[in-house]
């Protein structure tokens, strides 16, 4: 009766406490509802982020740079995705709901992010989904870059003329 979304949350935590479990080799603060394997290794989240991270600065001026460890509990990477808007015209919260609304719909966090720069955290990412994440970004940039060429390359109408003869009082 929960749910899917709530199913959906419960099976993350519950991989995250037992990747907690296994790494700090203690319980989690809050107790799991069902049970779980953890992710292998901090390894696997890098190689998630190095996956996205290929995939999103095949564009001028993004680049992506890892995030340390905010306490000494936190073992997630995290990986900033930041570009020139000048050369990238698009929006972090665009790209965020073009991903949330999209298919597969893709959740990226909003806490770490600014303007233009996406804070990317793959602790939900399920085996394979790194390249389906790193291409659902890739897509929506590329579409902002054909946007502002289509835009730049679009007849710009004459100026308007004014009249000013004639007799004045």
């Not at 998630?48 to 340390?68: N, Q, Y």
């Not at 060429?149 to 109408?157: I, S, V, W």
Request: aromatic share 6%.
């Amino acid at each position: 009766s929960d749910e899917p979304y709530r199913r959906a949350l419960t099976g993350i935590y519950a991989r995250l406490a037992a990747t907690y479990r296994s790494i700090l080799e203690r319980e989690p603060p809050r107790g799991t509802a069902i049970g779980a394997n953890p992710y292998p290794d901090g390894a696997a989240f890098r190689a998630d982020l190095e996956t996205i991270a290929s995939r999103v600065t095949t564009f001028p001026s993004v680049t992506t740079r890892r995030l340390p460890a905010a306490n000494s509990t936190d073992f997630i990477p995290k990986m900033e995705v930041s570009w020139d808007y000048a050369r990238l015209p698009i929006r972090a919260l665009e790209i965020r709901s073009r991903l949330l609304n999209g298919t597969p719909r893709i959740m990226l966090d909003d806490r770490g992010s600014s303007e233009t720069a996406l804070l990317i955290l793959p602790f939900s990412i399920q085996p394979g989904e790194a390249a389906i994440v790193g291409e659902a970004i890739h897509s929506v940039m590329a579409e902002a870059v054909s946007r502002a060429r289509q835009a730049a390359e679009a007849p710009k109408p004459a100026p308007a003329t004014l009249r000013l003869d004639g007799s004045w009082e």
